[in-house]
T-cell receptor, first 113, second 115 residues
Framework: SQQGEEDPQALSIQEGENATMNCSYK?????LQWYRQNSGRGLVHLIL?????REKHSGRLRVTLDTSKKSSSLLITASRAADTASYFC?????????????FGQGTRLTINP | GAGVSQTPSNKVTEKGKYVELRCDPI?????LYWYRQSLGQGPEFLIY????????DSGLPNDRFFAVRPEGSVSTLKIQRTERGDSAVYLC?????????????FGPGTRLLVL
């Protein structure tokens, strides 16, 4: 079973616009990560935010975490065609004694030139 | 440096056959993970190795699935008596697995198609 739920499932915007994706999860976490996947193959790690952090930046990426609402958002500013991909949030089940990542179903982002 | 590699990239087999999927983790990474991703879904955890031992195999769907990591580096995922429902992309990841270092680095995956 998958813990995370991404919203929206698909997003299509014009190049240069900002893209916001949301993720909700069910259990307590130590951290939450965002990954990008092109063409259904390997995942690329984007950013990790710990449970005691509220916001984190990396280049054009901004991630927020609200542990009271069990939700996170990923903002990509000034989007580019190369940002077209699927984006997944993943929670670390280490709090429960497990090492695995639990992924959501992903948001398919399309940037139109 | 070299990332996680997986072979083969694609595997087509017939129902009932046996397949092996290989993963070469990043050198020095003690933790290794296998995930399975069906079309339109996120990856789902299969098994986690810490060194040579399987620390958590709770994600393996049934006893047709087995994985080994005999020398604590390369891992092989083995699927017996394949079924059409086993068709998916099988992803391998590795990490340093030190306290406070949780980032997992993924390979490109093996796309398995069972006819």
């Amino acid at each position: 079973s998958q813990q995370g739920e991404e919203d929206p499932q698909a997003l299509s915007i014009q190049e240069g616009e900002n893209a916001t994706m949301n993720c909700s999860y069910k259990t307590s976490i130590n951290n939450l990560q965002w990954y990008r996947q092109n063409s259904g193959r390997g995942l690329v790690h984007l950013i990790l935010i710990r449970s005691n952090e509220r916001e984190k930046h990396s280049g054009r990426l901004r991630v927020t975490l609200d542990t009271s609402k069990k939700s996170s958002s990923l903002l990509i500013t000034a989007s580019r065609a190369a940002d077209t991909a699927s984006y997944f949030c993943a929670t670390d089940a280490r709090f429960l004694g497990a090492q695995k990542l639990v992924f959501g179903q992903g948001t398919r982002l399309t940037i139109n030139p | 440096g070299a990332g996680v590699s997986q072979t083969p990239s694609n595997k087509v087999t017939e129902k009932g056959k046996y397949v092996e999927l290989r993963c070469d983790p990043i050198s020095g990474h003690t933790a290794l993970y296998w995930y399975r991703q069906s079309l339109g879904q996120g990856p789902e955890f299969l098994i986690y190795f810490q060194g040579t031992g399987a620390a958590d195999d709770s994600g393996l769907p049934n006893d047709r699935f087995f994985a080994v990591r005999p020398e604590g580096s390369v891992s092989t995922l083995k699927i017996q008596r394949t079924e059409r429902g086993d068709s998916a992309v099988y992803l391998c990841a590795s990490s340093l697995d030190l306290a406070g270092v949780e980032t997992q680095y993924f390979g490109p995956g093996t796309r398995l198609l069972v006819l």
